[in-house]
């Protein structure tokens, strides 16, 4: 945790959070005593503030900084002994404005034992938080790359298939599907955040909807190319949704599992966009033979284990919709829905917040 530190805008916070609650207390107590406020003593309470914390604040932050002081209890200490100082020197200015006597070491010492403490154990706790929202981040996008990484080279093996059997009849359409998958790849690649260097902060990758559209495009002509007549691929988007964001490289899985398992001729696959107050509302269905009863129990389990998804995984059953989920949940709290239509095909439904 020792890179990990109060940003400049976290560190003016607690400085006025230290602020408003000396000031507090110490005008608080006045009034207590039967003294009405006065410049002296406001003068007093606000250097209170300034000697006996933010002063010695930020001399306790620069030492710690400068000697690269990594335990905790030294930490303290020179927390301690800096507000100490800073409540002794108080003690002495106070008594220049107000007829109080001063305050002797000592008990400066035992006055400073509890707000430093407070301190101390407040700002410790924050960094903690702060730390394991980080590791939580990083294991996060880390889950989310491996995902990518899994996925890219299971849609590259199929499309090589599909445009190996193009080399020798149609050199000049093997090309033309090339450079298709070429940008396919080079877009997954880009958007997946591995690229991404290792100690910046993880970011998702969330793309417009019409760029998502052409480069699923570009990768379903390769599919049609393959099954020619027999596979046919129909998008219906609203138009206002075209600038939304979503998820990079995520209906692609979903046909792909389609013309995998649909084992249907011709094969019709229905792609629609739509939303209603609050979501986008994605839709994926064929005329195919759909899910077995068993898979839709358990893909439709929202407590199914991590440990069974990646069972499902090993085995190779629907690779691509295991991985989608798995993305879904991390990257936008969504899930998938399984369901076969009345026609009997598969029919995959999810949900995202509409946003910007």
């Not at 890179?3 to 916070?13: G, P, W």
């Not at 260097?197 to 909807?209: D, G, M, T």
């Amino acid at each position: 945790m020792k890179n990990i530190r109060l940003q400049r805008n976290e560190q003016i916070v607690a400085l006025a959070a230290i602020a408003l609650i000396s000031l507090t207390i110490s005008i608080t107590d006045w009034l207590q005593r039967g003294m009405l406020p006065s410049f002296n003593i406001l003068l007093s309470a606000v250097s209170a503030v300034l000697f006996m914390y933010w002063l010695p604040m930020i001399i306790s932050y620069l030492l710690v900084i400068k000697f690269k002081i990594n335990r905790w209890l030294l930490q303290w200490i020179s927390l301690f002994l800096s507000i100490s100082l800073g409540a002794f020197f108080w003690g002495e200015i106070r008594a220049l404005f107000i007829p109080l006597q001063g305050i002797g070491f000592l008990q400066a010492l035992l006055i400073s034992l509890p707000w430093s403490t407070m301190i101390f154990v407040a700002v410790k706790f924050y960094l903690t938080q702060k730390h394991l929202k980080l590791e939580e981040q990083l294991r996060k996008q880390a889950e989310i790359n491996l995902l990518h990484s899994q996925l890219n080279p299971h849609f590259l093996f199929n499309s090589l298939n599909t445009i190996a059997s193009f080399a020798r009849t149609q050199p000049t359409r093997c090309e033309d599907l090339v450079h298709d998958l070429a940008a396919v790849l080079r877009y997954s690649l880009s958007q997946s955040g591995l690229n991404q260097p290792k100690k910046s902060a993880p970011k998702e990758v969330w793309v417009k909807l019409s760029d998502e559209l052409v480069i699923l495009n570009k990768w379903c002509d390769i599919e049609r190319s393959r099954f020619g007549d027999n596979l046919r691929i129909n998008f219906d988007i609203d138009d206002d949704l075209l600038d939304k964001v979503v998820p990079a490289m995520l209906l692609q899985p979903l046909i792909e599992n389609a013309i995998k398992h649909g084992k249907s001729t011709p094969l019709h696959i229905w792609i629609t966009v739509r939303h209603d107050a609050q979501h986008m509302l994605f839709n994926v269905r064929d005329n195919g033979v759909g899910f077995d009863e068993s898979y839709l129990i358990n893909a439709n389990n929202k407590h199914t284990s991590k440990e069974h998804r990646k069972l499902e995984q090993d085995k190779g059953a629907h690779f691509g919709l295991e991985i989608t989920q798995a993305r879904l949940e991390l990257e936008a709290g969504a899930r998938l829905e399984f369901s076969n239509t009345p026609e009997g095909g598969a029919n995959v439904e999810f949900k995202l917040q509409l946003g910007s």
